[in-house]
């Protein structure tokens, strides 16, 4: 079954340092991939995809993220963190060119910046 | 600017009663779903609708209907609503081969 697990919970990490969340699918094909931020009581922001070509895709807010096909990963990274950075992350993957359209998201990652 | 609303924002209830939630968006997107998310679970796909009169079930759409008249609208019932169904509500809207917009939600409690 297609699925998308996002391991880590919560994560802390200080103001400055650097983070990875990861996200692993499990899909037949290569999907279309999301990450998006929801701040609390607010929806979700989209803040980078991966449809094709280049697997280093940058987004907003000073995120990156990563497509390994032989890993099944989309991890996104940010250098230094930030303190209005702490909010709830979540991976998404959809079908592809002949995809339905349709998200799977991870159950999310929180995260915590001290200062 | 194109939007996507939701409303109302909050909504409290007893069970039993039918509710409608509204999810209203601008960006003449074809694409429109709704989701629920719960503590756990992330969002989970209730039901979605590629055009007028098109309308599908998700993962986890018993107790739940939508309609979908125009464009811009695809409300979401609860015919009966169950204590299980207290949530946040998210809507969303997309067009062919982009991404996902969402609403700012909906929180419901059934008491």
């Known amino acids: 079954a297609q699925s998308v697990t996002q391991p880590d919970i919560h994560i802390t990490v200080s103001e400055g340092a650097s983070l990875e969340l990861r996200c692993n699918y499990s899909?037949?094909?290569?999907?279309?991939l999301f990450w998006y931020v929801q701040s609390p009581g607010q929806g979700l922001q989209l803040l980078l995809k991966?449809?094709?070509?280049?697997?280093l895709v940058q987004g907003i807010k000073g995120f990156e993220a990563e497509f390994k096909r032989s890993q099944s990963s989309f991890n996104l990274r940010k250098p230094s963190v930030h303190w209005s950075d702490a909010a709830e992350y979540f991976c998404?993957?959809?079908?592809?060119?002949?995809?339905?359209?349709?998200?799977?998201f991870g159950t999310g990652t929180r995260l915590k910046v001290l200062a | 600017d194109a939007e996507i609303t939701q409303s109302p924002r909050h909504k409290i209830t007893e069970t039993g009663r039918q509710v409608t939630l509204a999810c209203h968006q601008t960006?003449?997107?074809?694409?429109m779903f709704w989701y629920r998310q719960d503590l756990g679970h992330g969002l989970r796909l209730i039901h979605y609708?590629?055009?007028?009169?098109?309308?599908n079930k998700g993962e986890v759409s018993d107790g739940y209907s939508v309609s979908r008249s125009n464009t811009e609208d695809l409300p979401l019932t609860l015919e009966s609503a169950a204590s299980s169904q207290t949530s946040v509500y998210f809507c969303?809207?997309?067009?062919?081969?982009?991404?996902?917009?969402f609403g700012p939600g909906t929180r419901l409690t059934v008491l």
């Open positions: 899909y037949g094909a290569t999907p279309y």
């Open positions: 969303a809207s997309s067009d062919w081969g982009s991404e996902q917009f």
């Open positions: 998404a993957v959809e079908g592809g060119p002949s995809g339905t359209y349709k998200y799977i």
């Open positions: 991966y449809f094709s070509g280049d697997t």
């Open positions: 960006w003449n997107h074809n694409n």
């Open positions: 609708s590629y055009g007028v009169q098109d309308t």
